[in-house]
């Protein structure tokens, strides 16, 4: 069975996280640089939410406010829906589709561990899959 750690064994081991006290503008400079689309908001290694290019467009944009001018903690996610590093990748995908997300803090005993977005559960099964089908050839013509 495939879990989230072994999608995480595939990255990069980085958390990418602003305070929530810093402007969504300063957010999605971070966000850019990075090339990432959502990043994690914690204060004091405990996380606190999420922030979102989909939050920044129905928070920020479709509610006429600055960038400059909002902090995060006025338009990112609070309390984000969270997985363990021992749940199952079939899980992640089900969550992600049933609740309409596209990302996923993992944590675990109370440590951010890493961020899975559904471009990485996507790839992640797509390369078991290919692997599968390679060992499924070979057990065949051999």
Known sequence: MKI???LLD??????????EN????DALKVMTEKNISA?????SDQLRGIF???DYARKIILQGKASKDTLIKEAMT???ITISPADNIDFCMELMTEKHIRHLP?????????????GDVVKFIIEDQKQT??????YISG
């Open 52 to 54: 979102t290019e989909r």
């Open 22 to 25: 810093i402007s969504v503008l």
């Open 133 to 138: 089908i390679s060992q499924l050839e070979s």
């Open 39 to 43: 990043v994690l908001v914690m204060e």
């Open 4 to 6: 989230v750690k072994h």
């Open 78 to 80: 609070p309390n984000p």
């Open 106 to 118: 993992v944590v675990a005993n109370g440590e951010v561990k890493g961020m899975v977005s559904i």
């Open 10 to 19: 595939t990255k990069p081991s980085r958390v990418i996280s602003v305070s």
